[in-house]
T-cell receptor
Framework: AQSVSQHNHHVILSEAASLELGCNYS??????LFWYVQYPGQHLQLLLK??????LVKGIKGFEAEFIKSKFSFNLRKPSVQWSDTAEYFC??????????FGRGTSLIVHP | NAGVTQTPKFQVLKTGQSMTLQCAQD?????MYWYRQDPGMGLRLIYY???????DKGEVPNGYNVSRLNKREFSLRLESAAPSQTSVYFC????????????FGQGTRLTVV
């Protein structure tokens, strides 16, 4: 069965610090991977996605993620976080006929 | 562009009451999903509909029923609400056989007292 695990449940950073959130997946077949962001009180919005090709994916707001097939990982990174990045971040797997499966989420708090 | 629309946005129920959460999408997607979001648990799948006319149980289906009314609409029903069903509910949709992401509604915050 497909599964997604996120290692960091709560992360607290100061502005301008670098961010890396871990995500590992267990999936049979061709995998599509996603990072979603949920700002306080809002719905999930797509940050970036990987389907195939270049394993380094760039998304909105300066975020990027790297797909490492040998490690079954899709970690999210941002070189310099801002206070406005305070949100919950979800890694997800699924694509085609597969049901989107989500990790438990990482709560990020950025102090100004 | 409306995308995925959920109603209501907020609801308070008494234990034992019933209600239906509505979801409609205007993107002509064939697959639709209901998730619940609880602190520290991420999004857990309640039910899904891979295509019009089909529905299947997800990870946490107990206490819920669904109806795929047509291609656009997928409703979630709580027949006898329990406090354990206090949660935020999200509806999502996507193309079933295309490599695309799921699109989410704004969510329904449900409290059962």
């Amino acid at each position: 069965a497909q599964s997604v695990s996120q290692h960091n449940h709560h992360v607290i950073l100061s502005e301008a610090a670098s961010l890396e959130l871990g995500c590992n997946y267990s999936y049979g077949g061709t995998v599509n991977l996603f990072w979603y962001v949920q700002y306080p009180g809002q719905h999930l919005q797509l940050l970036l996605k990987y389907f195939s090709g270049d394993p380094l994916v760039k998304g909105i707001k300066g975020f990027e993620a790297e797909f490492i097939k040998s490690k079954f990982s899709f970690n999210l990174r941002k070189p310099s976080v801002q206070w406005s990045d305070t949100a919950e971040y979800f890694c997800a797997a699924g694509g085609g006929s597969y049901i989107p499966t989500f990790g438990r989420g990482t709560s990020l708090i950025v102090h100004p | 562009n409306a995308g995925v629309t959920q109603t209501p946005k907020f609801q308070v129920l008494k234990t034992g009451q019933s209600m239906t959460l509505q979801c409609a999408q205007d993107m002509n997607h064939n697959s639709m999903y209901w998730y619940r979001q609880d602190p520290g648990m991420g999004l857990r799948l309640i039910y899904y509909s891979a295509s019009e006319g089909t529905t299947d149980k997800g990870e946490v289906p107990n206490g819920y029923n669904v109806s795929r009314l047509n291609k656009r609409e997928f409703s979630l029903r709580l027949e006898s609400a329990a406090p354990s069903q206090t949660s935020v509910y999200f509806c999502a949709s996507k193309w079933r056989q295309k490599n695309t992401e799921a699109f989410f509604g704004q969510g329904t915050r449900l409290t059962v007292v």
